[in-house]
């Protein structure tokens, strides 16, 4: 069984960066499409950032050229790197996965999930 573990979460000022990272466990990561929603209290969990196996990605609009989604399949881990943090960035961060290579952001899509870590960006 797949497992998903998220971590890196916190609270950071409007303007800073943090960083998340998904930990796998139970399959073989290199084979699996990764990505990172996000739900932030009172509305839809929204797709984040997508990336296959080989390092193909994916972007909503709002974080393109702020957040970066990366990966290290020798490590089973992926990540998500997030600059000029905006305090509408705040909400549970949530990792996925899938074995079809599908990076879009159709959530029904994936697989696996982590159990989300918390962002709060601070105004």
């Known amino acids: 069984q797949v497992q998903l573990v998220e971590s890196g979460g916190g609270l950071v000022q409007a303007g800073g960066s943090q960083r998340l990272s998904c930990a796998a466990s139970g399959g073989t990561f290199s084979g699996f499409a990764m990505g990172w929603f996000r739900q932030a209290p009172g509305k839809e969990q929204e797709f984040v950032a997508a990336?296959?196996?080989?390092?193909?990605?994916y972007y909503k609009d709002s974080v393109k050229g702020r957040f970066t989604i990366s990966r290290d399949n020798a490590k089973n881990t992926g990540y998500l790197q997030m600059n000029s943090l905006k305090p509408e960035d705040t909400a549970v961060y949530y990792c996925?996965?899938?074995?079809?290579?599908?990076?879009?952001?159709?959530?029904?899509?994936?697989?696996?999930w982590g159990q989300g870590t918390q962002v709060t960006v601070s105004s």
């Open positions: 990336i296959t196996w080989r390092g193909y990605t």
């Open positions: 996925a996965a899938n074995t079809a290579g599908y990076i879009g952001d159709y959530a029904n899509r994936y697989n696996y």
